[in-house]
């Protein structure tokens, strides 16, 4: 066992602990911060696998601003922040059995992929960063997906602009 | 993995953070006589030879103050806010190179703490966290001044991210790189880029100023209005660390800020002399900092309405355009003549001041409608 | 590369000591006189009125929505212009495709007055 062996077994007990609360903590600003903790968590998982790009902007979107926005959804919709109901509704052991037979369709895939310690270490010194550009762009590559991503975030921009501002109306009459 | 590496990356580390702490010391110091110069009074000038000593004065004053929690108030995350709040700020701090690589001891020793190859992204990604000490010590303080400023401190931020991660594209652009170390070693060929780029360099430093919180922007801390808003329940030591965090954000960003476009450790000599960097880079900082203390002197504060159409109707779409503007000059620059990058700041000036120009009428064609 | 985020760990690590030993000074060496009266929220010198915590506005989370949608835009821009020297023209344009698409939001949250505060 090497150093980012036990690096990368902290984190997971760590992104593992802080998602547990997440569901558990009966405080939703809790809630949130938990989460941050899971995400941050798999930032450190990127950076373990030499993603540098992905590591950073892991944090960027998902901490910096998906997370704010966690935040701000429960400041917005509840004056009190704790929850008083049950924690478990009816469907629970369905919920139960479902991510159980997840977990072991990836234990299962895991098993058979090739996957080793190889695959981080034969990335050192290349330069993922501007092949990352390069795809982006290259009409062989992701061109489509990219400009489709335009469309989404047009489409959520739209949404969020209509939705946010009919609210406001509804809450002045 | 041997042990002079691991002495370097502490030595490194604590070179970089008692540094940023004598430069809080410091700053405060810099800041209150500049002021009161600007101001025609003296400034601090009794705690030893012209208040030298008034910064340790403060700390010890505040070391022993009673340290306060709000009924209430949500004691882990209470204690927990100033500290999430600080530490980001001494790790933005962490790729800023201060000079050529050096030989000590027969290895070669970056001058940085640790030299990303996505070294700009990582500045904003940890520029991205810092938002969360000021919402959290908001909220914990069950106080309705520190929510409200919280709230008002992190949407602001949040907005002026925006025009500041597309002035960090403008040099990525210029450079090809979003190492900070290729970044600077571009300019030394082509020229600090505040030459190239002058409106992007101006959009980044008033998107900084916003980000920071300092004025005209200090919204955050409209003590007026919000009696110092998010962090109105904080006393002793924990007071100390926002303020410590305000004061070391300053610094870094005019770090990051002279790295990116005025040329870094760069100076006359710094190829011969590697150990003149630090001071050059050092003297860029304190330059920048005196034009954000000069700024606070002299405007007033902006409303809040207006400084968010600020952030999202002029800055943003000014920003997107610069973009495209440093693309295209550098394109005619490959394929027509290299001098045709000077294009560049033509085009770039044309459309600040014509985005200004327009927006200030559009905001201004509303504010009369509405009386 | 896995070194330069070790050392960013390291700077972590101390810094947050740094901080935590900061706190630490100021409860060992502040005086501990607490009463009912000091632990009241402040209020400008009022006794404090209903909770501390209340619903704010729908106004922030539209900015924070809006926020994450231009961030994920400039996340998009920036190993564009990393390579964008070799990409030439036709990264250009293809930015500009992608860029106007989104213009398209920007100009209509402007419109609608999701930009304006009241």
């Known amino acids: 066992m090497d150093a980012s062996q036990i690096i990368f077994g902290l984190t997971a007990l760590l992104i593992i602990f802080s998602a547990l609360r997440v569901v558990t903590t009966r405080n939703m600003v809790h809630a949130a911060l938990w989460l941050i903790v899971t995400l941050l968590g798999v930032t450190v998982l990127y950076a373990l696998l030499q993603a540098n790009f992905l590591a950073v902007v892991q944090v960027v979107v998902y901490v910096g601003a998906i997370a704010i926005l966690f935040i701000f959804a429960i400041m917005l919709t509840r004056r009190e922040m704790r929850d008083g109901g049950p924690q478990l509704n009816k469907g629970w052991p369905l919920a139960a059995l479902i991510s159980l037979a997840v977990f072991g369709g990836l234990l299962a895939l895991l098993y058979n992929a090739p996957v080793s310690e190889r695959l981080a270490a034969s990335l050192e010194g290349q330069d993922t960063l501007g092949a990352l550009g390069q795809a982006l762009v290259s009409p062989d590559a992701y061109v489509l997906p990219f400009e489709v991503a335009s469309v989404l975030l047009l489409a959520a921009l739209i949404g969020a602009v209509y939705v946010a501002l009919n609210k406001k109306q509804e809450s002045d009459k | 993995m041997d042990a002079a590496l691991i002495w370097e990356w502490v030595i490194k580390a604590l070179f970089l953070i008692f540094f940023l702490l004598g430069g809080f010391a410091y700053l405060t110091w810099y800041e209150r006589k500049a002021l009161a110069r600007i101001q025609v009074r003296y400034g601090p000038n009794r705690a030893g030879p012209y208040g030298l000593l008034q910064p340790i004065a403060d700390a010890v004053k505040l070391i022993f103050k009673e340290e306060l929690t709000p009924s209430m108030a949500d004691k882990v995350i209470f204690i927990l806010a100033p500290i999430v709040t600080v530490v980001p700020v001494m790790l933005m701090a962490a790729t800023v190179p201060w000079g050529p690589p050096i030989q000590l001891f027969g290895r070669t020793i970056n001058m940085s703490v640790a030299d990303l190859n996505v070294g700009v992204l990582y500045i904003t990604s940890i520029a991205s966290i810092a938002v969360y000490g000021i919402v959290l010590a908001g909220w914990s303080s069950n106080n309705k001044y520190a929510i409200l400023g919280g709230l008002r401190a992190s949407a602001q931020m949040v907005s002026y991210e925006l025009a500041l991660g597309l002035a960090f594209v403008l040099p990525i652009l210029l450079a090809g790189s979003m190492r900070l170390m290729d970044i600077v070693t571009k300019q030394a060929e082509m020229g600090w880029f505040v030459l190239i780029q002058p409106v992007g360099a101006l959009i980044f430093l008033i998107a900084t100023l916003a980000e920071i919180g300092r004025a005209p922007f200090d919204m955050p801390d409209a003590e007026q209005e919000l009696s110092s808003s998010y962090h109105s329940e904080y006393s002793g030591m924990k007071f100390a660390l926002f303020f410590m965090a305000e004061y070391e954000k300053m610094i870094v960003i005019c770090a990051i800020a002279a790295t990116l476009f005025f040329g870094g450790f760069l100076g006359p000599g710094v190829d011969k002399w590697p150990w003149l960097g630090p001071i050059y880079l050092l003297a860029k900082i304190i330059v920048l900092l005196f034009l954000m203390i000069w700024v606070r002197a002299t405007f007033p504060r902006i409303r809040y309405d207006r400084l968010m159409a600020l952030g999202w109707k002029v800055l943003l779409p000014t920003a997107l355009g610069l973009v495209f503007v440093t693309a295209l000059g550098i394109l005619l620059a490959e394929a027509v003549n290299p001098a045709m990058l000077w294009i560049i700041p033509l085009l770039s000036l044309v459309a600040g001041v014509l985005a200004v120009g327009v927006i200030e009428r559009a905001l201004r064609r509303k504010e009369y409608a509405r009386r | ?118």
């Open chain 3, 1 to 118: 590369m896995l070194l330069e985020y070790i050392a960013i760990g390291v700077l972590l690590f101390l810094a947050t000591a740094v901080a935590a030993i900061a706190i630490f000074l100021g409860e060992l060496f502040g005086p501990k006189r607490k009463s009912d009266k000091k632990a009241q929220p402040y209020e400008s010198g009022m006794l404090p009125i209903g909770p501390g915590t209340r619903r704010m506005p729908v106004r922030f989370y539209l900015i924070a929505v809006l926020f994450i949608l231009f961030d994920i835009e400039i996340v998009f821009f920036l190993p564009w212009a990393v390579v964008f020297r070799q990409l030439g023209l036709f990264g250009l344009i293809e930015m500009i495709i992608f860029i106007g698409i989104l213009l398209v939001g920007y100009i209509y949250a402007w419109k609608k007055g999701a930009l304006e505060w009241e």
